[in-house]
T-cell receptor, first 110, second 114 residues
Framework: RKEVEQDPGPFNVPEGATVAFNCTYS??????FFWYRQDCRKEPKLLMS?????NEDGRFTAQLNRASQYISLLIRDSKLSDSATYLC???????????WGAGTKLIIKP | NAGVTQTPKFQVLKTGQSMTLQCAQD?????MYWYRQDPGMGLRLIYY???????DKGEVPNGYNVSRLNKREFSLRLESAAPSQTSVYFC?????????????FGEGSRLTVL
């Protein structure tokens, strides 16, 4: 089993719709979780951190479910510009080691 | 607003050739990293430098060497390139020893080894 698993997609979603995807992690002791966004042939950029209490930033909501060992990302009122690959990231055993999922590709269609 | 700058952006090598990827950041970050990204896989850490003067192996260090030249610069060297090293390489930096989880990435270097 991979340490961080994501559905690769692609998720094809009409503009304005709500879309959600999950990411599962294997290490129950993991403490820090993040969502990054990566546009095609570009570098990853931090989208948001995922806190135990959840985290909301505008149209984006991230949730953590420790019991089932997954984190989720919800995007409301999706825009064409939301088309990207979303990378789930879990901190490893040290502050310097982040474990990356392979990403979920999202395509927003007009 | 340069951020993290990597060179070269593209490189084609023959098996056995050597090359160095250069990385520089202007954000006064302590920590720097080299990752590789392959299709269908998450980013994998090759080496990192927690602070100037230190370097440590990551998940996939074999076939690579690094040098933290000063606080700004962190280079990655392939001594004898192999086709398995065909990948996109990203340099990144972070503040506060990576605690916040926010890494700032360069634009990537696409390496093909024939």
């Amino acid at each position: 089993r991979k340490e961080v698993e994501q559905d690769p997609g692609p998720f094809n979603v009409p503009e304005g719709a709500t879309v959600a995807f999950n990411c599962t992690y294997s290490n129950s002791a993991s403490q820090s979780f993040f969502w990054y966004r990566q546009d095609c042939r570009k570098e990853p950029k931090l989208l948001m951190s995922v806190y135990s209490s959840g985290n909301e930033d505008g149209r984006f909501t991230a949730q953590l479910n420790r019991a089932s060992q997954y984190i989720s990302l919800l995007i409301r009122d999706s825009k064409l510009s939301d088309s990207a690959t979303y990378l789930c990231v879990v901190r490893g055993d040290s502050n310097y080691q982040l474990i990356w999922g392979a990403g979920t590709k999202l395509i927003i269609k007009p | 607003n340069a951020g993290v700058t990597q060179t070269p952006k593209f490189q084609v090598l023959k098996t056995g050739q050597s090359m160095t990827l250069q990385c520089a950041q202007d954000m006064n970050h302590n920590s720097m990293y080299w990752y590789r990204q392959d299709p269908g896989m998450g980013l994998r850490l090759i080496y990192y430098s927690a602070s100037e003067g230190t370097t440590d192996k990551g998940e996939v260090p074999n076939g690579y060497n690094v040098s933290r030249l000063n606080k700004r610069e962190f280079s990655l060297r392939l001594e004898s390139a192999a086709p398995s090293q065909t990948s996109v390489y990203f340099c990144a930096s972070s503040t506060r020893q990576g605690v916040t989880g926010e890494l700032f990435f360069g634009e990537g270097s696409r390496l093909t080894v024939l």
